[in-house]
T-cell receptor, first 112, second 113 residues
Framework: KAGVTQTPRYLIKTRGQQVTLSCSPI?????VSWYQQTPGQGLQFLFEYFSETQRNKGNFPGRFSGRQFSNSRSEMNVSTLELGDSALYLC???????????FGPGTRLLVL | QQQVKQSPQSLIVQKGGISIINCAYENTAFDYFPWYQQFPGKGPALLIA?????SEKKEGRFTISFNKSAKQFSLHIMDSQPGDSATYFC????????????FGEGTQLTVNP
């Protein structure tokens, strides 16, 4: 079974731009979570989607948004990029809400 | 109350030695405690996990020890190998309610040959 895939793997943007990241969960998994990983803050939860509904949201500004499609694929959008948004963005999927989360390889975003 | 504290931040061990990483939590509602291993350029991978109704779980060279009264849990890596060199994260969640994972700060482990 294929793992969680994330595209693109690397991205360079400039301040003020917006970016969209994509995540394809493991087949059959209905939940997708997004995390931001930085050296200073570690792994921080952004949000989780289950069956196209956002069920949980972390403490991030409204510039960070996401959505999930009927095939469970998810996208994350960051508008008006700031230098501090440079990070590794990780997507994790799980079959049900009480199941183990499996992480993708991440998208490394650099904001210049 | 949602935080998970992890120590040490970095750890250097000789090949064959024991690596020990510790975590502490505050929220007594947490009922699931996984450890993740992350190699450079990769996402975290589940290593081993424990529920609070057991005090120890062993899988190969990896053991989780859990102390419910102290609200602490630790990862022991026996016979540490250079291939174990990675960043390790402890985490906690309320699995029964399907809550999100709260991660510790991470420990960078280096095993010298």
């Amino acid at each position: 079974k294929a793992g969680v895939t994330q595209t693109p793997r690397y991205l360079i943007k400039t301040r003020g731009q917006q970016v969209t990241l994509s995540c394809s969960p493991i087949s059959g998994h209905r939940s997708v979570s997004w995390y931001q990983q930085t050296p200073g803050q570690g792994l921080q939860f952004l949000f989780e989607y289950f069956s196209e509904t956002q069920r949980n949201k972390g403490n991030f500004p409204g510039r960070f948004s996401g959505r999930q499609f009927s095939n469970s694929r998810s996208e994350m959008n960051v508008s008006t990029l700031e230098l501090g948004d440079s990070a590794l963005y990780l997507c994790a999927s799980r079959m049900g809400l009480q199941e183990t989360q499996y992480f993708g390889p991440g998208t490394r975003l650099l904001v210049l | 109350q949602q935080q998970v504290k992890q120590s040490p931040q970095s750890l250097i061990v000789q090949k064959g030695g024991i690596s020990i990483i510790n975590c502490a939590y505050e929220n007594t509602a947490f009922d699931y405690f996984p450890w993740y291993q992350q190699f450079p350029g990769k996402g975290p991978a589940l290593l081993i996990a424990i529920r609070p109704d057991v005090s120890e779980k062993k899988e190969g060279r990896f053991t989780i020890s859990f102390n419910k009264s102290a609200k602490q849990f630790s990862l022991h890596i026996m016979d540490s190998q250079p291939g174990d060199s990675a960043t390790y994260f402890c985490a906690a969640s309320i699995k029964t309610s399907g809550s999100r994972l709260t991660f510790g700060e991470g420990t960078q482990l280096t095993v010298n040959p």
